[in-house]
Each structure stands twice: as C-alpha cells, then as structure tokens.
C-alpha cells in the first residue's frame, strides 16, 4: 500500500516539510533507502546519511538543525523513534491482517469462540475452549481441553496448550511455543528406576506478556505455573513446573528455570542464566549473561554474576585478578627461585659459622 507524507504525518501528529504528496510503499534503514522508501533518523550518529539518504521521506526530530541542503521530504515529530515504532506496528498488523475460520481445521462443539476471531487451517480447538473477542490463531496451533484465551490473543503458527491453561488479554505467542507440557517429576524407586509424577496442574499467563518462539512453560505438579502481567520472554527459555515469574520481568534466551522458584518484579536474567529450583530471586534483581544462581537472591535491585553468581562488582574484581594469573604466576615462581637462592646462602652461612 502507498502512503502520503501528509498521510503519515496526521498518523503521527507530525509537521510536513516539502512536498505533502510525495507518495512512499516501504519502510527502510535511511543509509539504505531509497526512492519510495520512509526512513527515520533518532541516532545522531546516523546524522550524515540525512543529507545523502535516497528515501522519499524521513521522520525527524522537531530539533533537528539542518545545516545542509535535505532532499527527502521531511516530517517533523517530538520523538521519531517513538514514530517509526508506531508505523512499525501499524505495517505488521497490516502484514499480520487475517480474517475467519480456515478449512481444514476442527473445532469441538462445546468450544465458544468471540468476535472477530482468525482461525488457521489445521488448527485443533478442542473440548469446552473458550477463545475471547479479536484473537489471532495462526496454521497448525493446538488448543487441548477447556483452554481459556481472554481477548486479543495471538498465537503463531505451531503452538501447542495443553489442557486447563489459561491465558490472558493482549498476549503474544510466537511458534513453537509449548504451554502446559509436564513437569519434570519422576520419583526414584528401589531398583534404580523412576516412577512418573502426574503433573495435575496447569499454566497461567497473564495480560500483556509476550513469549518468544520455541519456549517451554510446564504445567504445575499442583497449582499453577504463572507468568505474571507484562513478563517478556526470549526464545528458547525452559521454564519448568511451579515457577512464578513476577510482573514485566524480562528473561533473554536459553535460559532455564528450574522447578517452584520466584521470581520477583521487574527482574532482569541474562541470555544462558541457569536457575535452581525452589529459591527466590528478589524485585529489581539483575543477573549477568551466562550466571548461575544457586541460592536464593534476596537483597532487591542489585546486579549479579558468574556461576556460582556473586555481587556484580565482586565479580568483575575476580576477573581482572583471573585474568592477571599467568603474571602472578610468573612472579610467584621467581619469588620462589629466589626464596630458594637465599636459603642455600643461610645454609652455606651456618656452615662456615660452624666451623
């Protein structure tokens, strides 16, 4: 679709400088842009591409100071990263933009579906589901029994919720995603086997979270597994049976988090954090990339690393000191080397005392 740069502008409240008609159909990075391109400029180390970029039109800030001659038309606005984010929206919902009930798809009788709902074709929606208004399900995704999604839910292609889950309003859910899968609970036997621990419970996610592609939540032993409102998650996170994760805390990729552990609010987990199970993690907490935490953290709004975490700062005296070993090593040898010189002298000394 086309759009005018007085088009654009009243989307954004925005102040057109050059030519309002000058028409654009694509969204591109300004050092890349070109004709019939919107590109944007927030960073102002990207300044110089504004006087040299291709682009049709660029959304700039209302204090930007020109100080050579601009080609583009331009718009003006209060904050143009906050701009270009609400053009990025408006084109994937546009992008995104589905309608009805795809055939082949099953869905039971017993289940109730809102308005304005998009079903994928071979989709299964089973037993007593219940899908609220404006929900997006994409191709392939299962729905098992008596599921509960609230209202503008949307599930991509190949996501899988298990029985009794229940998710909340504004939810976001990228493929691959398995919600309610069991929880790792096997029982030692005497022989050295395992017996397998029904895991009866289930997942609650609530508004406004977003899980990324090829997570894992468990479904509880008992109780519920519960992402609390605005939680982010990555791709590839494990999150296992009886976790709570508290509100608009944001966990990076491939991290995993072992059984009935808290989480608190606003908690930050690096990319490869490993958590042990049934410890805390205190409101505000911050934990490096790659930290183990194997204890529960207690003291809010503190920054932690390495595995076994510690303190932040601690942490990064010990590696300037790890990364000083070799040196110390080499010291410590000739200190040696020379402890050993000055005792072969005292004993040459006594010696000749002696005699």
């Not at 008609?21 to 990075?29: F, G, R, S, Y």
């Not at 949307?154 to 009794?164: H, N, P, Q, W």
């Not at 590839?236 to 988090?257: K, M, R, Y």
Request: proline share 3%; aromatic share 6%.
């Amino acid at each position: 679709m086309q759009f005018t740069a007085l088009e654009i502008s009243l989307l954004l409240n925005g102040t057109v400088e050059g030519k309002p008609e000058v028409t654009v159909d694509q969204l591109a990075k300004i050092e890349e842009a070109e004709e019939g391109s919107l590109s944007f400029l927030a960073n102002p180390k990207y300044e110089q591409y504004l006087y040299t970029t291709k682009a049709s039109v660029v959304i700039i800030s209302n204090e930007q100071v020109l100080t050579e001659p601009v080609a583009s038309t331009l718009i003006r606005v209060e904050n143009p990263y906050v701009a270009i984010s609400v053009l990025l929206e408006k084109y994937n919902q546009s992008k995104l933009a589905k309608a009805g009930i795809e055939q082949p798809s099953f869905i039971h009788p017993s289940a109730q579906i809102g308005q304005d709902v998009y079903i994928g074709a071979f989709t299964y929606i089973g037993p007593n589901v219940k899908i609220g208004d404006h929900c997006r399900i994409y191709p392939n995704s299962f729905l098992a029994d008596n599921v509960r999604l609230a209202s503008n839910v949307t599930l991509f292609a190949g996501v899988k919720i298990y029985f009794d889950c229940v998710i909340g309003n504004n939810v976001i859910i990228h493929s691959g995603v398995i919600i309610g899968g069991d929880g790792f609970g096997f029982a030692p036997q005497a022989d050295g086997s395992y017996q397998k621990v029904s895991q009866i419970g289930n997942v609650i996610i609530e508004d406004d979270v977003e899980v990324g592609a090829n997570t894992t939540i468990d479904r509880a032993t008992m109780g519920s597994t519960i992402i609390r409102k605005g939680v982010k998650l990555d791709n590839l996170i494990q999150i296992a049976h009886n976790v709570e994760i508290g509100p608009n805390t944001v966990v990076a990729a491939q991290t995993g988090i072992s059984g009935s552990t808290k989480i608190g609010e606003n908690v930050i987990l690096g990319g490869q954090v490993g958590v042990v199970g049934h410890i805390n993690i205190a409101k505000g907490s911050q934990v490096q990339a790659q930290s183990g935490i194997s204890r529960s953290i207690n003291e809010e709004n503190k920054k932690w690393a390495g595995a076994p975490a510690t303190n932040y700062q601690d942490h990064m005296r010990s590696q300037v000191v790890l990364m000083r070993l070799p040196e110390i090593e080499k010291k410590i040898v000739a200190l040696e080397k020379q402890l050993a010189m000055l005792q072969q002298e005292t004993e040459l000394q006594n010696l000749k005392s002696g005699q």
